[in-house]
């Protein structure tokens, strides 16, 4: 166990992720191409980096930032038509902005067709782009350009052939480096204060990060996911009453116990070869990004959701999903046959067959619930977590036989676990279900309906465990209902009664992963949601200052997914809100405000080079990769007054007791320094 426990960590090189730093997933390179006379392209040519995507033009003023082409003192040219995306550009409905988005994943170009208008030339601008992954947004970020130039003059046919000489042996396209430095205004005396001094180093001094993303959690949660499921397997009909009966069949095939051991071993190793040669299948037909393309395809959707739907039914005693029944007698006869390592590997491919009426519909609900995670690691990890689970207790009771007469023996209580499951199953269903009705916008499955249908089923659930309903599944009976049916029937009513308050637009954080989002909500009794004090960074500072204040610093996007999810499962706590209302001066700064700045603004990066400031965005965006190296979204930082953290800073993370932790810890820091 040790050594499968090591190199399940190895394989997923698991590690604290540093929030405070700045990256670059995206990196483009500018040329200019010459298509006639009086016209040339400026083509920027982009580099993605994996898990990151550029989004591509035209979208709405809504939605996420959509790249753009701008020109500034210019001389003597203009822009022909609009800017021209080229590549494998992808399509993908997002729940935030209620809408189809457009990007591009490793790499992109964008072209823009440029008109000289005079005798001689001078084009200066920049392209506009916006970048994000699962987790996290970059701000707006432009790349410049400075081309200048003149019109050649009419040429004789000498020239002419000598100039087609010239073309022939030069390269196609002409490299050309932007000059970020290009006619921009020098900074406003007043726009970079000392509030603004970086701070880095003390950020860093406070030691760990107070949170940690969701996807470097992700293949851990994948694998505990698929083990969980191969618990849950081993509590069906299909699944328990063979182990007692497979172990006792190698302790008396072999007279000496390190065989039986042995054997034992190898039939556990062979359960967990079959169903990873099964991940494996799944993954070599999918790649990376049809994976991911899963996760809001709405065909793809309501195909799962039916799936769920059939798997689910199946277990409350509906029908009985088998293979035929000639394909495990086959199995079986050649087992019969044969002799050593193949005999007990076509035993434990016989039990996979066997068991499928009841192990079919969790594998088939795991393998649906990781590929669209988008990982391509998903399925083979979360098959190794269920084969694992499945073929740990025929090792443990082959070494430790004296624990079989311990072991629960075979009853009704198996059919209960079904049934949960099944119901289970079709409340999962219904999240595909949500991804399709968003995609076409039937706008059927509103968030009140879905929580109100996921009520429905637990109540009946509750009801079946209590012995007060019945269903096709259910062949108890006159038997008492047990103990522990009660117990869990008075979890799941709890279920129901914290699911209740949902109706009228409580957060019920527990469930919000499954929703629809907030924004879909019919019924909203009470709007809970924290409203910033300041919107501009030096006047909440100076308004921090005066009251002797702490400050929370929220670097947000209007595209960012994860800061609005922050926002709805975390801020809404009333321990949250309180603190932040009562104790916090709270400054929201929105790293993609289109305000434009009074005037440009030049500065110099942590690398030496010099990038302009047009917006509002672009301050407040250099505001947090100067003072606080990063560059990401969401990012929260506790300042005092005079701009010094207070605690280290907390990326995306929805557990609530950690952003407690987080906002305290910063209060307490405050009493220390003063």
Wanted: charged share 20%; aromatic share 12%.
């Amino acid at each position: 166990m040790r050594r499968i426990i090591t190199t399940i960590m190895l394989l997923l090189g698991i590690m604290m992720p540093t929030i405070a730093q700045i990256k670059s997933p995206v990196k483009f390179a500018v040329k200019q191409k010459q298509v006639s006379e009086r016209e040339f392209d400026v083509i920027f040519s982009g580099t993605i980096s994996n898990g990151w995507h550029v989004y591509s033009t035209g979208l709405p003023d809504d939605g996420p930032v959509s790249a753009s082409f701008h020109l500034e003192d210019s001389r003597n040219v203009k822009a022909v038509g609009k800017l021209k995306p080229e590549g494998n550009e992808i399509k993908k409905y997002e729940d935030l902005f209620g809408m189809d988005v457009r990007y591009f994943e490793h790499s992109v170009q964008f072209v823009q067709r440029i008109q000289i208008t005079g005798d001689d030339y001078e084009a200066n601008g920049y392209l506009e782009y916006g970048a994000c992954n699962d987790e996290n947004c970059l701000p707006p970020t432009s790349v410049d350009f400075s081309f200048s130039g003149k019109v050649a003059a009419a040429k004789t046919d000498a020239g002419k052939e000598e100039a087609k000489a010239e073309e022939k042996n030069a390269p196609a396209d002409s490299l050309v480096v932007a000059d970020a430095s290009a006619v921009i205004q020098k900074a406003d005396s007043t726009a970079l204060s000392d509030l603004w001094t970086p701070v880095i180093d003390k950020l860093n001094s406070f030691g760990g990060n107070e949170g940690q993303s969701g996807a470097d959690r992700s293949l851990l949660t994948i694998f505990l996911l698929g083990f969980l499921g191969g618990l849950v397997a081993l509590a069906t009909p299909c699944v328990w009453p063979i182990i007692p009966m497979t172990v006792s069949f190698f302790l008396k095939r072999n007279a000496e116990r390190g065989k039986a051991v042995r054997d034992a071993l190898t039939y556990g190793a062979s359960i967990v070869v079959i169903y990873m040669l099964l991940a494996v299948v799944v993954t070599l037909l999918s790649s990376a990004n049809q994976l991911n393309a899963l996760s809001t395809n709405a065909v793809v959707n309501v195909f799962f959701f039916l799936l769920l739907v059939v798997f689910g039914l199946s277990f409350l005693g509906l029908f009985e999903i088998t293979l035929p029944a000639s394909w495990s007698s086959a199995v079986d006869s050649k087992a019969d046959k044969a002799t050593g390592l193949l005999s007990i590997f076509l035993m434990a491919f016989t039990l996979a067959l066997v068991s499928f009426s009841c192990t079919g519909p969790i594998i088939g609900f795991l393998l649906v619930e990781i590929s669209t995670t988008g990982e391509i690691l998903a399925p083979s990890l979360g098959m190794l977590g269920f084969a694992v689970a499945l073929a740990l207790p025929f090792t443990l009771f082959a070494l430790f036989p004296a624990w079989l007469k311990q072991a629960p023996k075979s009853g009704s209580w198996m059919m209960v676990v079904k049934v949960f499951l099944g119901f289970i199953e079709l409340a999962f269903a219904l999240k595909f279900l949500s991804v399709a009705d968003m995609a076409y916008g039937w706008n059927l499955l509103f968030r009140d309906l879905f929580i109100g249908i996921w009520i429905v089923l637990f109540a009946w659930l509750a009801l079946f465990l209590f012995g007060w309903v019945k269903i096709p599944a259910d062949y108890r009976g006159k038997k008492p209902v047990g103990k522990v049916r009660i117990v869990v029937g008075i979890l799941v009513s709890l279920f129901v009664c914290y699911l209740v308050p949902g109706l009228w637009g409580a957060p019920v954080t527990a469930v919000s992963a499954f929703t629809p989002p907030m924004s879909t909500q019919k019924w909203k009794l009470v709007d809970n949601s924290v409203k910033p004090m300041f919107c501009d960074y030096d006047e909440g500072m100076a308004y921090a200052r005066e009251h002797n204040k702490p400050v929370l610093l929220d670097f947000t996007g209007l595209g960012c997914v994860n800061c609005r999810k922050m926002e709805a499962a975390v801020w809404t706590d009333p321990k949250v809100r309180d603190i932040i209302e009562n104790d916090y001066v709270l400054i929201e700064l929105y790293i993609d405000n289109k305000k434009p700045l009074p005037s440009k603004i030049s500065v110099t990066e942590s690398d030496g080079k010099t990038s302009t400031l047009r917006t509002l965005g672009d301050k407040w965006s250099y505001l947090q990769r100067h003072k606080f190296g990063s560059n990401t979204q969401p990012f929260y930082v506790l300042v005092d007054g005079n701009g010094n953290p207070l605690n280290s800073a907390y990326a995306y993370d929805e557990d609530i007791d950690k952003f407690l932790e987080f906002l305290k810890k910063g209060l307490q820091n405050l009493k220390v320094e003063n």
